[in-house]
């Protein structure tokens, strides 16, 4: 390839992009965290990758959507050994569903920046709708997107077995999340 | 009335073997944690395991109320100078190791970035932040604290039992009311 083709190829790309990807995540400015109970202690975890394809206006609900793919093995919680223990199959079974999903393209304004999102979750193979509040904070050209949600864990089977016992890991897990998006010049131009 | 005062009082008595089975008790579960692969009962141990070193941690200050208040009945006058000085600093040792033991799985907890929730509900400040070299470091500490008390016990215990049987005085009759005193 040379130095000419380069920038026409990565624009063919981009063209070649769902039609509505209007904003791009800032990996370094978006989290995903979660918070556990174990032995009703509240413990704290994240994914260091996940992607996010987003297409959200505000003024154009209806035509809004959004796809997060979360990198299962990518799980921080500051151990390596609890780390080891939650990749396994009773858990998340890293080696046989990589990834975790989240596609949505029902959105619903709530008032001022509040907005509710219903869509798939898919951890595990299981499938199931959620529902999440968020909100949207807009700064020159980026747009902050940020909520939390909380999930069954059981739901998803995760935690078989012996760890399906909730008194010493309970059900409920809190995801919170926190997406720094770029507008992309094509949303602009729309 | 001379016998009263050789004896230490029911709390004393009461706090002592309490704590004896408390003490006794967390070392169990320290060394069975150990070997434990992660499992349910495990972390359920772990909780049980801190909620008792954190009240050996109590009962250890108000037993060291107590004995401020309350003292302790004399040694026996026939007693050699250096086994009194051992039986003095023996005795300190374990008070401190009483506090020094459940403090530092405390630090630890929090170090490991899982705090104590006393009995899963009362949270306990976090001493430190979360730091992974920190708590293998307090892990290590606390380990050689236990070894050292399981040494300090052996000889608490055997000195307790030479002292019934062999010097047959009453050194352990004033804290096991039960036994007859000499």
Redesign the interface.
């Known amino acids: 390839m040379n130095k000419l083709t380069a920038p026409l190829a990565a624009l063919a790309i981009f063209a070649s992009l769902p039609a509505h990807a209007a904003q791009q995540l800032d990996p370094a400015k978006s989290e995903i965290r979660f918070v556990a109970k ?4 509240p ?2 975890g994240r994914f260091r990758k996940f992607s996010a394809n987003v297409n959200f206006d505000p003024a154009r609900l209806a035509q809004s959507s959004v796809t997060v793919d979360i990198d299962i093995a990518s799980i921080d919680l ?2 390596a ?2 780390e080891a ?1 939650l990749k396994k199959k009773s858990w998340f079974n890293s080696a046989g569903f990589p990834g975790a999903r989240f596609s949505a393209s029902s959105f619903k304004a709530k008032g001022g920046n509040q907005y509710e999102v219903s869509g798939k979750l898919s951890i595990k193979g299981i499938s199931r709708d959620i529902t999440a509040p968020f909100t949207v904070q807009q700064n020159g050209g980026q747009m902050t997107v940020s909520g939390s949600v909380p999930l069954k864990r059981l739901a998803f089977n995760v935690g078989e077995g ?2 399906a ?1 909730t ?3 309970a059900d409920e897990v809190v995801v919170k999340f926190r997406l720094n998006l770029v507008n992309t010049p094509t949303a602009v131009k729309k | 009335m001379g016998k009263l005062t050789q004896r230490y009082n029911r709390l004393q008595i009461a706090l002592h073997w309490l704590m004896a089975l408390m003490i006794i008790g967390g070392l169990a579960m320290g060394l069975l944690l150990d070997d434990m692969p ?3 009962l495990k ?2 141990m ?2 049980w395991h801190k909620w008792n070193g954190i009240t050996v941690l109590w009962l250890a200050l108000l037993r060291l109320g107590v004995r401020h208040i309350s003292g302790a009945p004399e040694l026996p006058a026939s007693m050699p100078d250096w086994q009194k000085l051992a039986a003095v600093w023996g005795h300190r040792l374990l008070y401190l190791l009483m506090l020094l033991i459940p403090l530092s799985g405390w630090l630890m907890s929090s170090a ?6 006393y009995f ?2 009362l ?1 306990l400040p976090d001493l430190v932040g ?1 730091n ?1 070299e920190l708590a293998d470091l307090l892990h290590e500490v606390h380990e050689m604290l236990c070894t050292l008390l399981l040494l300090v016990l052996a000889g608490h215990v055997g000195a307790a039992l030479k002292h019934h049987y062999f010097k047959r005085d009453d050194i352990l009759t004033r804290m096991l009311p039960f036994l007859k005193q000499r």
Request: charged residues 30%.
């Open positions: 174990q032995m009703n202690v413990s704290e500051g151990s050994d609890n223990e012996e760890w016992d008194e010493t890991v | 992660l499992s349910p972390l359920k772990l909780s490991k970035g899982f705090p104590v929730k899963g509900v949270p979360k992974a």
